[in-house]
């Protein structure tokens, strides 16, 4: 197989996992721009290829769709295909380095904290997912 058959059908997945699961894809930096200016409460999943990703990052993110604390917004960018969405979504990230994958939560278009690689990789989904459900208690509670 063409590796660059492979890596697209990767890609694929990895994107149609995320929508299946709820989350809205934003590929420009205007869908960015739009979601972030709505208000509200956002949880960001900065999606990529590698096997963290795939084995942490994402089924942390189908889990908290069902947490019983929401964010007004689901949505995920990601690193190393849609370039400009990304860029765009890091600008907002002020005062955090890029890094994929990585969960930011945004409440006013205001970046409210980060989980980054380096507390992913290496990690049990259940220690990521614990670590979501406190940031959620924390930033989007009451």
Known sequence: ??????MNDVVQTARKDMVE????ELTT???VDEVFG????ALVLINSVCGCAGGIARPSAHYMKNYEVQADHYVTVFAGQDREATARA???????EPSS???ALMKDGKIQT???R???EGHEPIEVVQKLEQAFDTYFKG
Do not use: N, V
């Open 90 to 96: 890091r600008d907002y990230f002020q005062g955090y």
């Open 29 to 31: 930096p205007e869908q």
């Open 114 to 116: 980060m989980l980054e």
């Open 1 to 6: 197989m063409d590796f660059q058959l492979f």
């Open 118 to 120: 380096h507390e992913i």
């Open 101 to 103: 994958p990585s969960f």
């Open 21 to 24: 699961a709820g989350y809205e």
């Open 38 to 41: 709505k208000g509200g409460t």
